[in-house]
């Protein structure tokens, strides 16, 4: 009768079982699932039940002042939403203020954070002043903001008078307006931006910059070719909290019109998170309002899949585009020998 061995990836198998029977039967290996519950009964009663009734309170005709008394709908309160010219408004004011915003602030950012990464006298006083406006109160910083760009005693207005430039209306006109409250939005959050990159470009080995300069590359182009390519993870999550926080702006524009929920006298710089906003707690719409936060959970989704698709795509671009340049340079020196 034969014998048949047991092969490798069976006494692999059940050496791990072994070892996990082992562990289990340690005193206290259960103890840590104690640790970690606080963390998920939280995140149940503060995140997910919320997430989930509001989807179920976007069902139905759900009013403020009678709760309890709220009817099932279905769809009618999205039915609703996507036909009303408002929700439009708001997210065209939505898309404009973010690109507005984030662009300019994501670009000062990384030539700040280009700036720090090099041995400059008091970098630790820049480092630390840079993040003062991200520390400051937005109610402050956005009444603040709301003096300057004052369409009558504004300093802003004062400066282009003094040039012969006309005043603007920064407060009752569509893109002035935009461009004051993205403003603010690019103070704050610039500083924050040019930390995270900062922390990306010194995780970036030395060695690349030396070998870049040994090759006679000037700054920007080691800027372009070495710190470019090692931020690009880094780049890609600036790019979606900077979505995301573009998708839910609520704060600055709401005390930009002095706690008004409309967005300017024509509804100019109502975002999405106003709308939300304005319907559950002004208009008495908590379906709706619950409706308008669902399709924002939706766009969010879909922008950063959009973001991750794109800068997936272009790695796979560069990728074959330095395989082709290696192979050239490979194959070069054949070519002239022949």
Request: hydrophobic share 50%.
């Amino acid at each position: 009768m034969a014998v048949v061995s047991p092969s490798r990836s069976d006494v692999r198998r059940v050496a791990s079982a072994d070892a996990v029977r082992r562990r289990h039967r340690l005193p206290g290996s259960r103890i840590g699932y104690v640790y970690v519950l606080p963390f998920f009964a939280v995140f149940l009663a503060f995140s997910i039940y919320p997430w989930i009734d509001t989807a179920w309170v976007s069902l139905h005709d759900t009013r403020l002042s009678t709760y309890d008394q709220s009817s099932f709908i279905g769809l009618e309160n999205y039915r609703n939403l996507f036909t009303n010219q408002f929700f439009w408004n708001a997210f065209k004011n939505t898309i404009t203020i973010g690109i507005i915003s984030t662009v300019p602030q994501l670009c000062m950012a990384l030539g700040i954070a280009h700036l720090l990464n090099y041995q400059l006298r008091g970098r630790t006083f820049f480092r630390v002043a840079i993040l003062m406006p991200y520390a400051t109160s937005l109610a402050a910083a956005t009444v603040i903001f709301a003096e300057l760009f004052n369409p009558h005693v504004g300093i802003i207005n004062w400066m282009l008078t003094s040039v012969h430039l006309p005043a603007v209306d920064w407060q009752g006109s569509k893109w002035p307006s935009q461009i004051a409250v993205s403003t603010i939005v690019t103070w704050r959050w610039t500083g924050y931006n040019a930390l995270i990159y900062l922390a990306g470009m010194q995780a970036i080995s030395s060695d690349l910059y030396e070998a870049a300069a040994m090759d006679g590359a000037g700054r920007w182009a080691q800027f372009r070719n070495v710190t470019l390519p090692g931020l690009r993870p880094t780049i890609l999550f600036t790019i979606v909290v900077s979505t995301i926080g573009a998708a839910q702006l609520f704060g600055e524009p709401l005390l930009y019109h002095n706690g008004l929920a409309d967005g300017g006298t024509s509804n100019q710089y109502q975002t999405l998170g106003l709308l939300m906003y304005q319907q559950g707690w002004v208009n008495d719409r908590l379906g709706l309002a619950s409706a308008t936060a669902w399709t924002m959970f939706l766009i969010i989704v879909l922008a950063v899949c959009a973001n991750v698709l794109l800068a997936r795509r272009r790695e796979r671009l560069e990728g074959g585009r330095r395989l082709r340049a290696a192979t050239l340079t490979v194959v070069s020196p054949e070519v002239t020998q022949r």
